[in-house]
C-alpha cells in the first residue's frame, strides 16, 4: 500500500477526525508515494509544498461543519429521509431502486442510522442532537462498526480507502444540501 500524505490540522481520534484531516467536504489534498519510494528531505519539502492550501481548507471546512450544526430541530422524519436518500439509489423519477448495502434491509439499516443519531457516542452534544451534523456522525458511526465485513480491518480499510469512505462523504454532501 501507498503512503498517504494528507492535511491534518487536527489530533485523529476517531473517525470523525480522521475524515476531517484527509478532507471528507471533497478537498483532495493527498498526495500518494508508492511504497518503493524514498522518502527523502527534498520529497517531504515538496509534500509540504503541496499540502500548503491547509489554511483555505480549514476555513472552509469549519464553515461547512457550522452549517451542519447549526441546521437543528430535525425530527425521526426528517432522518429516515436523511438515511433513505444515503442509502438508497434512485432512478431519474426518484423512485427508490437499491440500497448501497444490500447484505440488510434499507429498514433495518434506517432503524440503526436512527438510533445512532438518537443515541450514539456524542449524540447528546449541542452540536449533534437533533441537527445535521449529528446525521452525518450517525452514517460515520454506522459504517465504522455496523457494516458487513469479513474482518474489522476490511471494515476499517472501507470506512477509510472505499465505499464506506464514499458512503460518508455522500452524507456529508447530503447534510450539507440539507442545511442549505
Request: hydrophobic share 40%; net charge negative.
Amino acid at each position: 500500500m501507498s503512503t498517504i500524505a494528507d492535511l491534518s490540522f487536527i489530533r485523529v481520534v476517531c473517525d470523525n477526525t480522521l475524515q476531517a484531516a484527509v478532507g471528507l467536504n471533497g478537498a483532495n489534498a493527498a498526495i500518494r508515494i508508492p511504497h518503493i519510494t524514498k522518502i527523502t528531505p527534498a520529497r517531504m519539502q515538496e509534500i509540504k509544498g503541496k499540502l500548503g492550501i491547509l489554511d483555505d481548507w480549514i476555513g472552509n471546512w469549519e464553515t461547512d461543519v457550522n452549517k451542519l450544526a447549526d441546521t437543528g430541530g430535525l425530527d425521526t422524519t426528517d432522518a429516515v429521509n436523511f438515511f433513505v436518500e444515503v442509502y438508497g439509489k434512485r432512478d431519474d423519477d426518484g423512485k427508490l431502486l437499491e440500497i448501497q448495502d444490500q447484505a440488510k434491509s434499507l429498514e433495518a439499516i434506517v432503524n440503526k442510522l436512527v438510533a445512532y443519531w438518537k443515541n450514539g457516542p456524542g449524540s447528546s452534544l449541542v452540536s449533534a442532537n437533533g441537527t445535521a451534523w449529528g446525521l452525518v456522525n450517525a452514517v460515520t458511526g454506522y459504517v465504522d462498526h455496523e457494516t458487513r465485513a469479513r474482518s474489522d480491518e476490511s471494515r476499517f480499510n472501507s470506512g477509510q480507502y472505499g465505499a464506506g469512505k464514499r458512503l460518508k462523504a455522500k452524507a456529508f454532501e447530503e447534510g450539507l444540501r440539507l442545511a442549505a
